[in-house]
């Protein structure tokens, strides 16, 4: 008799609040005992209101917000900002020592770049980081519970441990809870676990505690109902649950400074106690070699010394960094990657593993049928995702035999009809409601002609829900015309299943072969099951299809007798395919030195698969459990970390271990996850990414970027993006720092050899110097910020993936820099002195003009030194020929200096207010061609390290032979 069944599992097995024992372990009836609840009434109103009073709302702790006083001050927590301030501070004493005439010039434009770093740094960081707000808005929603015997819905906030929630397809779940029944009850549980299949839950007790992700007999707040009804009582509420733990995690997980923090800090140190050397030894050497007998001359000495300190510092090197980084994030915006934190920007950059989530992330989270196997072969179906589009194939080519076609298309049309999903389009967007597994039938039928068209012929009478201990489901179609339907005769009834291969196979006698129906000796069911195994092993899912003929004038009911004697069609191979873009992206990342990792919730087999499919690992590579994870010892952990890139059935936790792990190793860790259980690892890494597609609002909340666009290859692009800006702050830095050495080097040894020079103390000038203070003031002005900030925005000129990560131990300057510094510092200083020495009577040169125009004439060839100097800077190797027209910011930078440079020299009030000097065209010929010989010296070391890296680049191939 074919009979209609609903089905009820009802599983005995519940815990109570606070108990020290896993509820998934323990009795339904002895969980409802302890936490005083009848399963069949729930608690009472008053009871209910008791608790909630007791116990708090079920809702998460949220840390109190930072006030904005303390945002503010916290931008100005940085040791190159407390140089600068201390720069301030002496300029301003220097200033009130001189006798306070005029404005404090130096004092006041050292704080304004202070105080404009700060409301660029506040302005870019002022989202604070909201993750346990956003995971509690995550779940405030309504819940269906069962109180003083009737159905009610209440807030989720409202919730108590021994509530008896009542589940539907659809809800969320406001809760953990132990379930108390459970009929065909599928939930998603991506967000928590990772895991991409909805899960099928039951009421039957675990036998021993298992990871989250197996926990069948549980629901858990945060995850949602997608198939069947059930009830569960009311476990754990509020910080108690499983997300309230992730909570947890978030709150107590710190975040350690960037890279670039931690070496632009040093660098400050580094700088102070240079400044404060080069100011001692200066006013000293000033102090011998000229006669100090006033207290005029000793506070002169004094501030020249001052001066020369507060020119050694870069003082626009904190907002020009913070300038360069916010046009990196604006950027890195208009390619879908939106950077929350300035510095992060750069980390990404020094990245050195991406350890990815895999669900929605290097997958499209979109469950694709891509094989068909029947009695007569394979078929192959292209495209991936809900968009209904690709073809059929078999061998590489078109589908074109009769008997393969009929047999798959068959497969398809059942798999439609048992089936309870929905496909539809919005916008040229394809989304699916129900089970993502039944909808890939939906998805593949549009690729094999004739199947939807068959499918739509049939209604369906009857159906017998999937449930884990069956494994299948069934339904009772029958033809709603004359045309040939799935059966192809003319009965136009059909009981179709469809389920896990093996319980069906069981249920077959028969199997379809073209248009026949042949028995299912034993040879063509170990043909079946071997057909099942080789796409297991591939990591595929599984499922079967079947069907049997019915008399369609008896035909309104159905019951598990009519599951028998069935006739076996064939399986499909199920997966959530990787984005097409994602091997490109692997590979780019590979290329650049950078490890990728695939930590997720999935199936082993099914993790490594994939991972080798994207490149991410080689042929035969195994996952690595949770449960494994579990296991190690610290050590242990950081040895298996540094061996293997894929992690399956994971829990946070696991996902935080290794991330620490990583980074004992050193390992500069990029983490990216869309899922609640991403977040706390999101935040541990050096730089979290979110998904800002299918990412919950908890995970773009922990991290420091989001991805707009949920495409993985957007995250090479901003490694890339990354490691371009980084080598721009080493430009602007090298440009920086050799240009102000230049003046320090110009200003000691021309004061130092003086006499040799031929520099001489002016009429009403007590001791001699290279450089008058207001005129090393105008440099800063003029040379500093234009070009620097070009140079913050220059295109990229070397090959930025082509080498490895930088390591956490290189400096951002290092030896090598640090030389060419001091050698361009030092021939900058070289070409100033040697061009007044031109122009002065006496010294190595005999000259004729005054010391007002040779100074004029050092002070503007070493103002065009270093406009020589901004090209030389844009790289440590490469000729500063190189693409020399690719940045027209610096270009039009380095032209409004020229220009102002000629200004101050040839305009009268600003001669007055400069101490400078008309030049005629052999002084300004002279001024340039000195200057140039920065550019040239430059090539020259250039040329020379570009030979010593091919060397020993050339050695290290013949060592490897």
């Known amino acids: 008799m074919v009979r209609r069944v609903a089905g009820s599992i009802i599983g005995q097995v519940t815990v109570s609040v606070g108990a020290s024992h896993d509820p998934s372990t323990r ?265 100090i007998s006033t207290l005029s001359h000793l506070v002169t000495v004094l501030l020249l010394g001052v001066s020369l300190a507060v020119a050694a510092v870069p003082e626009g090197l904190p907002a020009i960094l913070s300038v360069v980084l916010a046009i990196g994030v604006q950027q890195l915006a208009r390619r879908n990657a939106v950077v929350k934190k300035l510095h992060s920007v750069e980390t990404l950059g020094s990245a050195t593993v991406i350890a990815s989530d895999k669900t929605g992330t290097l997958t499209k989270n979109e469950m694709t049928i891509q094989r068909i196997r029947t009695a007569s072969g394979e078929v192959e179906l292209t495209g991936v995702g809900y968009r209904p589009e690709g073809a059929a194939l078999a061998g590489g080519r078109p589908l074109s035999d009769p008997a393969l076609s009929r047999e798959a298309r068959m497969v398809l049309i059942g798999g439609m009809l048992a089936n309870n999903a929905q496909l539809t389009v919005h916008d040229d967007e394809w989304q699916i409601q129900g089970d993502p597994t039944e909808a890939a039938f939906l998805v593949a039928a549009h690729k094999l002609e004739g199947a939807r068209d068959r499918a739509r012929q049939f209604e369906r009478l009857g159906e017998i829900p999937f449930t884990s201990e069956r494994k299948m489901m069934s339904a009772l179609v029958a033809r709603s015309d004359e045309n040939t339907g799935v059966t192809g005769d003319d009965t136009g009834a059909a009981v179709v299943a469809k389920g896990a291969p093996d319980v069906l196979l069981k249920r077959c006698t028969a199997v379809q072969v073209g248009d026949q129906v042949v028995p299912l000796d034993p040879d063509r069911r170990a043909a079946a099951a071997v057909a099942v195994e080789e796409l297991s092993a591939q990591a595929y899912r599984t499922l079967g299809v079947a069907y049997r003929r019915v008399d369609a004038d008896t035909a309104d009911e159905l019951d598990a007798d009519d599951e028998q004697d069935l006739v076996y069609l064939g399986v499909v191979g199920i997966i959530d395919p990787p984005r097409p873009e994602v091997a490109d992206a692997v590979a780019e990342a590979h290329r650049a030195g950078v490890r990728v990792m695939m930590i997720t919730g999935d199936h082993p087999t099914t993790a490594a698969r994939i991972a080798e499919d994207l490149g991410i690992v080689g042929p035969g590579a195994v996952a690595v459990t949770g449960a494994e994870l579990d296991a190690l010892s610290p050590d242990r952990l950081e040895e298996v970390t540094a061996a293997t890139s894929v992690y399956a059935r994971v829990a946070p936790r696991n996902k935080l271990q290794i991330v620490d792990a990583l980074q004992a190793r050193g390992e500069v860790v990029a983490m990216t996850g869309d899922g609640v259980n991403d977040a706390p690892a999101l935040k541990a890494a050096d730089i979290g990414v979110a998904m800002g597609i299918t990412g919950t609002q908890v995970t773009k909340e922990a991290a420091k970027m989001i991805l707009a666009d949920d495409n993985f290859a957007t995250i090479v692009i901003a490694v890339r993006q990354g490691r371009a800006i980084f080598d721009n702050i080493k430009k602007f830095l090298r440009y920086l720092l050799s240009s102000n050495m230049g003046e320090v080097f110009t200003v000691f040894f021309g004061v130092v050899l003086a006499g040799f020079i031929g520099i001489t103390a002016a009429e009403g000038e007590t001791i001699v ?79 004729s003009d005054s010391l007002d125009v040779a100074r004029t004439a050092g002070f503007t060839t070493l103002v065009f030194a270093q406009f020589f100097n901004a090209f030389n800077s844009r790289s440590e190797t490469t000729s500063a020929f190189r693409g020399l027209f690719s940045n027209r910011w610096l270009w039009a930078s380095v032209g409004l200096g020229v220009a102002l440079q000629v200004a101050v020299v040839q305009i009268p009030l600003l001669q007055t207010a400069f101490g400078t000097a008309p030049m005629d065209l052999t002084h300004w010929v002279v001024a340039v061609a000195m200057a140039s010989t920065v550019l040239w010296f430059d090539e020259l070391r250039k040329l020379v390290l570009r030979t010593r890296l091919r060397g020993a680049a050339a050695e290290e191939r013949t060592g490897r032979r």
Do not use: H
């Open 769 to 847: 110097v290279p450089l008058l203070a207001t005129q090393i003031l105008w440099i800063n002005l003029v040379t500093d910020s234009g070009p620097a900030l070009a140079m913050g925005v220059d295109p990229e000129i070397d090959d930025v993936m082509s080498r490895p990560p930088r390591r956490p131990t290189d400096r951002l300057i290092n030896r090598v820099m640090w030389r060419g510094i001091l050698s361009i510092g030092l021939v900058m200083g070289i070409a100033t002195l040697l061009t007044m020495d031109i122009f002065l009577p006496g010294g190595l040169v005999e000259g």
């Open 27 to 291: 009795d339904a009836a002895e969980v409802a005992r302890d936490l005083a609840v009848d399963p069949a009434t729930g608690l009472t109103s008053a009871e209910a209101d008791r608790r909630l009073q007791r116990d708090g709302p079920n809702t998460l702790r949220a840390k109190a917000p930072v006030p904005v006083w303390r945002k503010i001050l916290r931008q100005f927590q940085d040791p190159l900002v407390y140089l600068l301030l201390v720069a301030a501070a002496i300029s301003m004493a220097a200033w009130a020592a001189e006798g306070a005439t005029g404005a404090p010039v130096d004092a006041l434009v050292i704080s304004a770049i202070v105080v404009l770093n700060g409301i660029l740094g506040f302005v870019q960081e002022s989202r604070a980081e909201a993750a346990v707000k956003a995971l509690q808005s995550m779940t405030s929603a309504t819940s269906t519970v069962l109180r003083d015997g009737e159905l009610r819905t209440v807030s989720s906030a409202d919730l108590v441990c021994g509530d008896v929630l009542v589940l539907n397809e659809g809800d969320a779940v406001g809760a953990d809870a132990r379930l108390l029944t459970a009929a065909a009850l599928r939930l998603a549980e991506a967000s928590l676990t990772g895991e991409s299949e909805p899960v099928t839950k039951s009421a039957a007790t675990l036998a021993q505690p298992m990871p989250l992700g197996d926990r069948t007999d549980m629901v858990f707040r945060g995850t949602s109902v997608v198939q069947g009804v059930g009830r569960a009582v009311v476990t754990a509420t509020g910080m108690g649950t499983e997300v309230g733990a992730i909570a947890e995690m978030l709150e107590t997980t710190t975040e350690d400074p960037t890279p670039l923090q931690k070496e632009i800090a040093r660098v400050s140190k580094l700088l102070g106690v240079t400044v404060i050397v080069i100011a001692v030894v200066v006013m000293a050497v000033t102090a011998l070699v000229n006669e």
